[in-house]
């Protein structure tokens, strides 16, 4: 099994004098599948390690059933990793919080997900559902308190006139504002960390930029950072700060946001990047640069997961899973392209 | 530059509405949901046409009424659903006024549909195989079931899936191949129109530009027409040679793709185009469009995007504006111009 620790050390923005609040170190998820004996395994995610300072926004891109939303979920301790660390200001949350997350660690890493639709409660107005996670972490000292802080969130993320918004029921309230409220009721608890899994993709065309914006307010004001998890790199090249690239449940590469879009070392990054549509290049001038499927991930062969669809695969591809090399500052690759005694040469 | 080489892939007789005869002629065309809470104009006097081997886009946000245009040209809409007004021509023939058995070699034959998320929408009990030859002899019944399936496995083929799957279960296959043999089922009777609502909306960007080369290549060697229809601009431009934008029920504005990228016009569509963040060049700050789409039980009086629209003024509330040439070839429906 490779072991790869990559420390913040080995990935931080230099220049940063802001703390790491969140990091995890080879986290690991195999879920048991298949017959009786579940004697097989899905290898989900495997060691993937980062970290998160205050204020900073990573993405994690991949395709469908690459690891992101399990990365999101291990993070949150809605499941427990098969291995692997998760720091909390620098506490290993996982040994301290054996019997599940603490309120404080609740408070400091949230939540939002996908589907605003199927985050909230049909029978309950916004105002309860600011209002509880507001009473359950005391977040306010008197009950008198409680009405006005709701309605100063529901103004912090554009939700005017707030008392309106407030008496109002989830079948109310456009996607987009029903998404506004899920991250109202996010910031009720003060996070540090907030995992966006997906947040605007289920939402209209014209007001995703809107609620991106709001992320990115919040960050610079309030200085919460965020893994932002998408399948669209584009908006995580608009919103990240950093971009990390899961493939098969690997981490295959990361840098900040315009070197890894620009500078892309990865073939599976380079695939990536040459298939999301672009106007300025009608289709079918663009080159092919591989096709394929994604692989099983029910225990995965050794070697590279991209193998089976990477132009420029090796033999020594098929046989020993690369090691995180990496290549310039603050950019990373997991390929046998790149390093000592590769051959290979760093784009 | 990439643009030029846009443009000169457009072929100037398609790009022009007034095309000496087009494939499919949609006038004046309204539908309307009559539901509890009351009617929902969904469409209003729609008008676009087709011309042969040409791609048209229907861009515009969830709710627009894209589906329900589909839905109307292929003569599938149901109850609550009504069409109230306009005419749908096909090689010159009303297809609002087909009879059954005409609807019967409509569909298929002459145009065929990709649904949105259709790939979920295969019968898990049949092969892939059998579901393609099954279209094949409902419609040509003098096709022997081998040929048939001789036929499946070709179409296979076409759209890129090993012929040897022929037999697998649709649950055998990923998301991807399961569009792919959706697309296969909408070749199988060689159509001359194709209408495509969000084939690839579900599926991965590399699936997806894989299943867009693939059709666009077929496209070229078997010459028949698409109705495309997405959310994703981007893809639009890319995969269109003309763009109608809906707002609300109407199309606000139509020309051809690469004029939309470059010089939108409408409030609306410049809207449209500051909502998605770019991969290249500069990073700007997006505005993306304030508000959101309108209720459709009470639209907005006047222009149905003046409650959102920057540059509304006056008449905007008041009058309705009609879609209007206002370069050649660009229709634009504003009161700006
Ligand atoms: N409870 C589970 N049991 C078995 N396998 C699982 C379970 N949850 C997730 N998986 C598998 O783990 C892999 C990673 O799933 P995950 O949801 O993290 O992907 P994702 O990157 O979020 O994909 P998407 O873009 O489709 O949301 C997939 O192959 C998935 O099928
Ligand atoms: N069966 C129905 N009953 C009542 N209203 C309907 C029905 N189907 C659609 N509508 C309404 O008609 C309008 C147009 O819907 P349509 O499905 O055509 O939109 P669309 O542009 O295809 O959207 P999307 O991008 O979400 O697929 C919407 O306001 C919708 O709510
Ligand atoms: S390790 Fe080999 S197969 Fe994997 S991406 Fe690099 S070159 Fe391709
Ligand atoms: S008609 Fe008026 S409100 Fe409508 S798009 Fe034009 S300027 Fe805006
Ligand atoms: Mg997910
Ligand atoms: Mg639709």
Same mark, same amino acid.
């Given at each position: ?11 931080? /923005? =230099? ?10 170190? !080879?986290?690991?998820? &195999?879920?048991?599948? #298949? +017959? ?117 969130? /529901? =103004? ?10 407030? !008496?109002?029921?989830? &079948?109310?309230?456009? #996607? +987009? ?171 | ?337």
């Amino acid at each position: 099994m490779t072991k790869t620790v990559l420390t913040a050390e080995q990935w931080k /923005l =230099a220049e940063s004098p802001d703390p790491v609040v969140l990091e995890v170190r !080879n986290l690991t998820k &195999h879920f048991p599948v #298949g +017959g009786l004996f579940r004697s097989k395994h899905v290898h989900a995610l495997t060691n993937v390690s980062f970290a998160i300072r205050r204020g900073e926004v990573l993405a994690v891109v991949g395709e469908s059933g690459s690891g992101k939303s399990t990365t999101a979920r291990l993070i949150a301790r809605l499941m427990e990793p098969t291995s692997g660390e998760i720091l909390f200001r620098g506490q290993n949350v996982l040994q301290t919080e054996k019997r599940g997350a603490s309120l404080s660690y609740r408070s400091g890493v949230q939540m939002i997900f996908q589907d605003p639709f199927g985050s909230m409660n049909p029978t309950h107005s916004v105002a309860h559902h600011i209002m509880r996670p507001l009473q359950i972490h005391h977040k306010v000292e008197r009950r008198s308190d409680l009405l006005p802080r709701v309605h100063e969130l /529901l =103004a912090t993320v554009g939700l005017n006139p707030p008392a309106d918004i407030a !008496n109002k029921y989830p &079948h109310e309230l456009s #996607g +987009g504002q029903r998404q506004r409220v899920a991250i109202a009721r996010a910031l009720a608890v003060d996070p540090e960390i907030v995992l966006a899994d997906e947040p605007i993709s289920m939402l209209d065309v014209s007001i995703r930029i809107g609620v991106l914006n709001l992320m990115a307010k919040l960050k610079k004001e309030i200085g919460i950072g965020y893994l932002y998890i998408t399948h669209d790199i584009a908006s995580a090249r608009y919103f990240a700060d950093r971009i990390m690239v899961l493939y098969a449940g690997q981490m295959m590469e990361g840098a900040d946001s315009d070197e890894l879009i620009g500078n892309p070392a990865h073939p599976y990054t380079k695939l990536l990047l040459s298939a999301v549509p672009n106007p300025e290049i009608a289709l079918g001038q663009r080159e092919v640069v591989a096709r394929g499927e994604p692989p099983s991930l029910i225990d995965p062969p050794p070697g590279c997961p991209f193998a089976a669809r990477c132009p420029q695969v090796m033999d020594v591809c098929r046989k020993v899973m690369p090691e995180v090399q990496t290549i310039a500052p603050n950019h990373w690759v997991r390929c046998h392209l790149y390093g000592e005694g590769s051959g290979g040469t760093a784009a | 530059m990439a643009s030029a080489t846009v443009a000169t892939s457009l072929s100037p007789q398609s790009s022009a509405s007034s095309a000496a005869e087009p494939l499919l002629d949609v006038q004046d065309l309204s539908v309307e949901y009559q539901t509890l809470r009351g009617p929902v104009q969904a469409v209003s006097h729609v008008s676009f046409s087709i011309g042969q081997g040409e791609v048209f886009g229907l861009a515009g946000e969830s709710g627009s009424g894209k589906s329900t245009i589909a839905h109307a040209i292929m003569r599938i809409l149901h109850s609550p659903a009504v069409i109230t007004g306009g005419n749908v021509l096909f090689d010159g023939d009303d297809v609002l006024e087909m009879d059954v058995d005409g609807l019967e070699a409509f569909r298929w034959r002459d145009v065929s549909m990709v649904f949105q998320s259709a790939m979920n929408a295969l019968n898990p009990v049949l092969t892939v195989g059998e579901q393609i030859a099954d279209v094949i002899q409902r419609h040509q019944p003098t096709t022997t079931k081998q040929q048939a399936k001789d036929r499946a496995a070709e179409l296979l083929d076409i759209v890129g899936i090993d012929r040897n799957r022929v037999d697998d279960y649709p649950h055998q296959l990923s998301g991807g191949m399961r569009q792919r043999v959706v697309i296969a089922i909408a070749l199988a009777l060689k159509p001359q129109l194709m209408i495509m609502d969000e084939p690839t909306t579900a599926l991965d960007v590399v699936v997806q530009k894989d299943i867009m080369q693939q059709i666009e290549y077929l496209k070229k060697e078997l010459g028949f027409s698409i109705l495309f229809i997405t959310h994703d601009l981007s893809l639009m431009v890319e995969f269109s040679d003309r763009i109608g934008v809906m707002y609300a029920g109407e199309i606000v504005e139509t020309t051809n793709a690469h004029e939309l990228f470059n010089k939108p016009l409408h409030p609306y569509t410049q809207g449209l185009m500051a909502s998605f963040p770019a991969l290249v060049g500069p990073k700007e700050t997006l505005t993306g469009i304030p508000g959101s789409p309108p209720n459709m039980l009470e639209p907005p009086s006047g222009c149905r995007f003046h409650p959102r629209c920057s540059k509304a003024f006056a008449p905007c509330p008041l009058q309705q504006p009609s879609l209007r040439e206002v370069e050649p070839g660009h229709f634009v429906a504003c009161h700006l111009y």
